[in-house]
């Protein structure tokens, strides 16, 4: 079945995979960072509550205060710090046996950073959600667009100074949302300049959001009727 997933993405694989030359694969290696091991011992101390909201992503999911901004102690934070979709893969256990009524899902900024080519995250996003859809058929997932980056920012992060992939994975994520079954949710409109760039009022250092934009954030999914 997952052979066939592919055969019928390629061409969309194709289309928004314009320069595949210029990555490298290099980061399915198995790696865990101490940060990594550090969130999911945590996790494992938390009681398994069913059919609650989970956000699930990487240190700009792990920023937000949910619980606090939902004024709901019973939301789950999902995020670690530098994940990437190899390694949500290994830890979507934790998130099926929650049985979440929704799902809101934001990652791929890391796999770019790392030279993980851009259809190989949409491809490994299109598992996270069949694995979900297959064992927690009742979750209602949504796929948040990756946010943009302002490189003119003092002390941004050179190594993701690779925003052109951005639009590319969010065009594939966004393409394959009615076919699977998931909600698109484009949040770059939130937090552009005039200059399509992440607003410099909303982050520290042109990757990261400040506190402000996780309000603007959630505002905006309580508006569409996400939340």
Same mark, same amino acid.
């Given at each position: 079945?997952?052979?066939?997933?592919?055969?019928?993405?390629?061409?969309?694989?194709?289309?928004?995979?314009?320069?595949?030359?210029?990555?490298? @694969? #290099?980061?399915?290696?198995?790696?865990?960072?101490?940060?990594?091991?550090?969130?999911?011992?945590?996790?494992?101390?938390?009681?398994?509550?069913?059919?609650?909201?989970? #956000?699930?992503? =990487?240190?700009?999911?792990?920023?937000?205060?949910?619980?606090?901004?939902?004024?709901?102690?019973?939301?789950?934070?999902?995020?670690?710090?530098? /994940?990437?979709?190899?390694?949500?893969?290994?830890?979507?256990? /934790?998130?099926?046996?929650?049985?979440?009524?929704?799902?809101?899902?934001?990652?791929?900024? =890391?796999?770019?950073?790392? /030279?993980?080519?851009?259809?190989?995250?949409?491809? =490994?996003? #299109?598992?996270?959600?069949?694995?979900?859809?297959?064992?927690?058929?009742?979750?209602?997932?949504?796929?948040?667009?990756?946010?943009?980056?302002?490189?003119?920012?003092?002390?941004?992060?050179?190594?993701?100074?690779?925003?052109?992939?951005?639009?590319?994975?969010?065009?594939? @994520?966004?393409?394959?949302?009615?076919?699977?079954?998931?909600?698109?949710?484009?949040?770059?409109? @939130? #937090?552009?300049?005039?200059?399509?760039?992440?607003?410099?009022?909303?982050?520290?250092?042109?990757?990261?959001?400040?506190?402000?934009?996780?309000?603007?954030?959630?505002?905006?999914?309580?508006?569409?009727?996400?939340?």
């Amino acid at each position: 079945m997952k052979y066939l997933l592919l055969l019928l993405l390629l061409p969309v694989f194709a289309q928004a995979q314009t320069r595949p030359s210029n990555q490298n @694969l #290099f980061d399915t290696i198995p790696f865990i960072p101490d940060h990594t091991t550090q969130r999911l011992e945590q996790f494992k101390k938390q009681p398994v509550t069913q059919s609650g909201i989970i #956000f699930l992503g =990487n240190s700009i999911t792990e920023m937000g205060n949910w619980a606090k901004l939902l004024n709901d102690t019973t939301v789950v934070n999902r995020g670690i710090g530098g /994940d990437i979709t190899y390694g949500v893969l290994k830890r979507l256990d /934790d998130i099926i046996a929650r049985q979440p009524k929704k799902l809101f899902i934001l990652l791929g900024i =890391n796999d770019i950073g790392k /030279d993980i080519p851009d259809s190989v995250i949409a491809y =490994n996003y #299109f598992k996270i959600i069949g694995q979900v859809k297959a064992k927690s058929p009742a979750t209602k997932i949504y796929v948040q667009s990756i946010l943009p980056l302002n490189t003119t920012i003092k002390n941004f992060p050179q190594h993701y100074d690779k925003g052109e992939h951005i639009p590319r994975v969010n065009a594939m @994520l966004q393409s394959q949302a009615g076919k699977m079954g998931y909600t698109y949710i484009n949040l770059q409109p @939130l #937090f552009t300049d005039a200059q399509n760039r992440l607003d410099a009022k909303y982050t520290y250092e042109g990757l990261h959001l400040k506190p402000e934009a996780y309000v603007v954030w959630v505002a905006y999914l309580k508006k569409m009727k996400y939340l």
